[in-house]
């Protein structure tokens, strides 16, 4: 059983300070996670799944019981919950129009510093949706393996695995473009 921290305590009886401080841990590092998964709608961005997890958070924070290391998992893993009530929700009523089966990645020396985010979730987007979560929570976001399974509902051996395959499709897909990219380039200066 796990014992609540002090700043978990203050939280839980309403402290202002400590869900600020909780807020400021944890909400850019969540708004990022919520970018890298399908919304199934383009009208939910990241930032309102981010702001309804939170409300969420407060509502049901008496349920949660650990320190406030293990409430980023709990909080990741109710955005996960909202995440995917929105995307059921959108392919019901198939509200949004959906991306192509393939997706072209860009050469690296093509790609800007904006165009460089629109490229990791493309390239995030072509892992299957277990690998893809977990390498955006570890390598994306930050979280260590117990958060992540934490918020992803999963054992840590099973992060540990899906994280691995995760990072091996990457490089496989990254060594694979760069052999195009030099391709392409020695056809076109014939």
């Not at 998964?37 to 019981?65: I, K, N």
């Not at 909080?75 to 991306?99: C, E, K, M, Y």
């Not at 995760?166 to 020695?186: D, H, M």
Request: net charge neutral.
């Amino acid at each position: 059983m796990h014992t609540d921290d002090d700043q978990i305590a203050r939280a839980k009886t309403g402290d202002p300070d400590a869900w600020r401080e909780l807020y400021r841990a944890h909400a850019g590092r969540l708004v990022v996670w919520l970018g890298t998964r399908p919304a199934g709608d383009s009208a939910v961005a990241p930032e309102d799944l981010a702001a309804e997890a939170w409300l969420v958070a407060a509502q049901r924070v008496a349920d949660f019981a650990g320190s406030s290391e293990q409430f980023a998992g709990w909080l990741f893993g109710i955005a996960r919950n909202l995440s995917s009530t929105t995307h059921r929700r959108s392919a019901r009523r198939r509200t949004d129009p959906g991306l192509p089966e393939t997706v072209e990645l860009p050469a690296a020396d093509e790609i800007g510093e904006a165009d460089g985010r629109d490229w990791v979730r493309r390239a995030l987007a072509r892992l299957p949706p277990r690998e893809r979560d977990v390498v955006a929570c570890i390598d994306g976001v930050g979280l260590d393996v117990a958060a992540t399974a934490a918020a992803l509902g999963m054992s840590a051996v099973a992060v540990r695995v899906a994280h691995h395959r995760g990072l091996r499709r990457l490089r496989a897909a990254s060594v694979s473009e760069e052999g195009q990219s030099v391709a392409a380039a020695s056809s076109r200066s014939r």
